[in-house]
């Protein structure tokens, strides 16, 4: 008798990794009622093929998981797709210097301004803080409030750089903020001029977000929101994404939630809480009372709160004599007071919340697992997933501490390259020993680190698959703007190079475990929701090299198709 599925994928090479990683390798996909239905060989699909049963051929070519990011910044999806953008600016590190580089700025910031002249804020986004620091030809230049003014002197300006980490505002914005002399400078996060002065440049989320989200008009939208969201929904579906782990709480979610309760997500997606430390008993209180305010059916689940350990590196091993930054002796201070966080993270777990914390260098790593270790031992609780987000550098000791800890490691593969415009900056802070052993991923796995890649957009693209060639080669690829300037630079850290295996797991059921959504997708079995990729190659045989230009051909989310190449 036939059972009459809704939908067949036959003649395909399906491949698709379990949590605890067993291998299924099958040729054919039956869906019925959004679920996976039937997975297994060619000859016991007929079965499940009736009349109504729409049947795709894959011709050989590979199916897997919808991939999973999972660290990225959805909820600001606008300041990429409604804003300014910088992004075509390339510098080369050994040519160009930061002046060049102010005029390609003033260029692009000036033909967007007569392009929106009724706009009440200028905002953009895109540009990098190793320009002005020493990344082109070691010359340190400040990026400053006048370089903006002379384009923007009438109105706000709000330029937030690529990495989300720095912001500059022209002298309106720091006027309708109220940012003047004798504002607090928040440990230096707030740079003077030499009279004392705001000049414009301010370090750090935790810090200017309050700031320019005082400014009028600021804010996009609900609508610009809304299509902004959408478009991303469409880039990722593109690329064969199914699910998005938010990591930094914006104005958005309430637009999220009314788009998922109306049926316009064609993605899961999981979100955070922000907690700060200036604000942090507010914070945790807003976010237990809104626990389960956004949440819609699975679709949109907030479960965790977001925590910035520290912003830009805060290493075990002084700045160096060489630092072109930065005091020789000192280290990069955390964004929280030690013991504030400690308590507060302990908080965090006693509530059931996993926590999710943006920690790059070795010292901030060390004191979250110091934290998180401190809190399960204080309040046991097996269903806590805790997770550090970026892991750019790990001492040794600290990966195995990971490991043991059952502590997610959630990095991004599209940095796992060598960066030219970022390095002799870092191998001046700290020396070339330290600065080879950047965002180390096999030896985090060898550990026992469940590893799930991102791509932190919006300060990346969405790499997908061609993230996967990343972590399986670490040298750049033809996705990354840099492409052309390096893409003849060696391997990064080579022993830290992944298998096709690990790569596509940390991008699918790994993804799906750090949301607490292994039991519903991020893998293809018998059961779970219908979400998958058909490729337009066999990914398991094709060159290494080549995974980047492999094509998405159809995205399913939900047993529904979502994205298809025309």
């Known amino acids: 008798m036939k059972k009459n599925a809704d939908k067949v994928y036959r003649n395909a090479k399906v491949y698709s990794i379990a949590l605890d990683g067993t291998e299924t390798h099958a040729q054919a996909i039956a869906i019925k009622d959004g679920k996976f239905v039937y997975v297994g060989d060619e000859a016991g699909i007929n079965e499940w093929i009736g009349d109504a049963t729409d049947v795709v051929d894959c011709n050989g070519k590979s199916v897997i998981p919808g991939l999973g990011d999972a660290h990225m910044h959805l909820a600001h999806a606008a300041k990429k797709y409604a804003t300014c953008s910088f992004g075509s600016i390339v510098p080369d590190p050994k040519k160009d210097e930061p002046e060049e580089v102010i005029k390609k700025i003033q260029k692009i910031l000036k033909d967007y301004v007569d392009e929106h002249k009724d706009a009440p804020v200028i905002r953009g986004l895109g540009w990098d803080r190793t320009w002005f620091s020493g990344g082109l030809k070691g010359i340190v230049r400040p990026f400053t409030r006048h370089d903006i003014d002379v384009i923007v002197p009438d109105r706000p300006a709000v330029l937030m750089s690529y990495c989300g980490h720095r912001v500059l505002l022209n002298t309106k914005a720091l006027e309708a903020a109220g940012v003047t002399k004798d504002t607090d400078d928040q440990n230096g996060l707030i740079v003077r001029e030499e009279d004392g002065s705001p000049s414009g ?6 810090v200017y977000l309050p700031i320019i989200d005082s400014i009028p008009n600021y804010d996009f939208s609900p609508k610009e929101h809304r299509d902004s969201l959408k478009q991303c929904f469409d880039v990722f579906n593109e690329n064969g994404y199914t699910l998005l782990c938010d990591c930094q709480q914006g104005a958005s979610y309430p637009v999220l939630t009314d788009m998922a309760k109306k049926g316009e997500f064609t993605v899961r997606v999981s979100g955070v809480h922000n907690v700060n430390d200036a604000t942090r008993d507010e914070d945790m209180e807003r976010a237990i009372t809104n626990r389960t305010k956004f949440d819609v059916d699975g679709l949109f689940t907030v479960d965790t709160v977001k925590y910035f350990a520290d912003g830009q590196f805060s290493m075990i091993e002084p700045y160096a004599e060489t630092s072109i930054n930065h005091t020789p002796g000192t280290r990069e201070p955390l964004l929280w007071d030690e013991s504030h966080m400690e308590e507060s993270m302990a908080l965090a777990n006693k509530e059931g919340f996993n926590i999710h914390t943006h ?7 060390r004191r979250v697992i ?49 960066n030219p415009t970022e390095e002799p900056i870092m191998v001046a802070d700290w020396g070339e020993d330290v600065v080879r052993q950047t965002y180390p991923s096999k030896s985090l796995i060898d550990n026992g680190v469940v590893c799930a890649y991102g791509s932190d957009f919006f300060v990346s693209p969405s790499y997908g698959l061609a993230g996967i060639q990343v972590a399986m080669t670490r040298r750049h690829v033809k996705i990354d703007p840099t492409y052309e300037l390096y893409k003849d630079v060696p391997a990064a850290l080579p022993e830290e190079c992944v298998s096709l295996k690990e ?6 059921i790994n993804a799906a475990y750090q949301a607490h959504m292994e039991d519903i997708t991020g893998s293809i079995e018998v059961g779970k929701s219908a979400e998958l990729a058909v490729l337009d190659s066999d990914i398991e045989t094709i060159p290494v090299e080549q995974i980047q230009d492999i094509v998405v051909l159809e995205t399913v989310f939900m047993g529904k198709t979502v994205f298809k190449k025309d």
């Open 370 to 418: 110091d934290c998180y270790e401190n809190a399960q031992k204080l309040y046991p609780n097996p269903r806590i997933r805790n997770i550090i987000a970026h892991d750019t550098f790990i001492a040794p000791e600290d990966r195995v501490r990971m490991g043991k800890s059952h502590i997610i490691a959630s990095n991004q593969p599209a940095w796992f390259n060598d």
């Open 503 to 508: 790569a596509l797991q940390a991008h699918t």
């Open 359 to 365: 920690a790059m260098g070795s010292y901030a790593i």
């Open 201 to 206: 440049y301010i370090k750090e989320p935790a």
